[in-house]
């Protein structure tokens, strides 16, 4: 079945430091890559996708790459800042499948 | 225009008692997904309703939960009687497509049982 492994947390960066969060995927087929963003005391909210092999989502200066040779989507972003602080989940949707798998989340926590 | 809402924010219940969880997706929207996290683990489907029917609940961990949308419009999630290893945060999320459309998440319902 599809699976979704990233990196474990928590994270801890100061503010405009570089971030990576690495993100590899098991799926059958071509699928749909996201990272969703949870803030505190918010739901989650799609930060970013890419639906096809070589596409490059971004968004709100995040960035990350479908990349089906080595099957990962890692998150990066070049500077934080302390407002990025929140929990990260990775996410595939197989195919037609309309359902979501997530990996476990990673928390950012970035310091003034 | 309003997002997918749920209620309660946070519920601590014992063992054994009736929990019931609510979303209202957003307006329009036929598809609604109840997902759970259980602590420190992925966000799990549970199940999806495309209006008031269940088109897949193989998430449902066991006969202990019973999802309904009656109308098409909210939804609940009952879990009776609750167990520990119910304890986590359930989402709902709503989309107007099944599977073209991006999901939108509720805050989620923080679920503890003592």
């Known amino acids: 079945g599809n699976s979704v492994t990233q990196m474990e947390g928590p994270v801890t960066l100061s503010e405009e430091a570089f971030l990576t969060i690495n993100c590899t995927y098991t799926?059958?087929?071509?699928?749909?890559l996201f990272w969703y963003v949870q803030y505190p005391g918010e739901g989650l909210q799609l930060l970013l996708k890419?639906?096809?092999?070589?596409d490059k989502g971004s968004n709100k200066g995040f960035e990350a790459t479908y990349r089906k040779e080595t099957t990962s989507f890692h998150l990066e972003k070049g500077s934080v800042q302390v407002s990025d602080s929140a929990v990260y989940f990775c996410a595939l949707r197989g195919g037609s499948n309309y359902k979501l798998t997530f990996g476990k989340g990673t928390l950012l926590t970035v310091n003034p | 225009e309003a997002g997918v809402t749920q209620f309660p924010s946070h519920s601590v219940i014992e063992k054994g008692q009736t929990v019931t969880l609510r979303c209202d997706p957003i307006s329009g929207h036929d598809n609604l997904y109840w997902y759970r996290r259980v602590m420190g683990k992925e966000i799990k489907f549970l199940l999806h309703?495309?209006?008031?029917?269940?088109?897949?609940e193989s998430g449902m961990p066991n006969n202990r939960f019973l999802a309904e949308r009656t109308g098409g419009t909210y939804s609940t999630l009952k879990v009776q009687p609750a167990e520990l290893e119910d304890s986590g945060v359930y989402f709902c999320?709503?989309?107007?497509?099944?599977?073209?459309?991006?999901?939108?998440f509720g805050p989620g319902t923080r679920l503890t049982v003592t």
């Open positions: 890419a639906t096809k092999a070589d």
């Open positions: 799926a059958t087929g071509y699928p749909s």
């Open positions: 999320a709503s989309s107007q497509d099944r599977g073209q459309k991006k999901q939108y």
């Open positions: 309703f495309v209006k008031e029917s269940k088109q897949d």
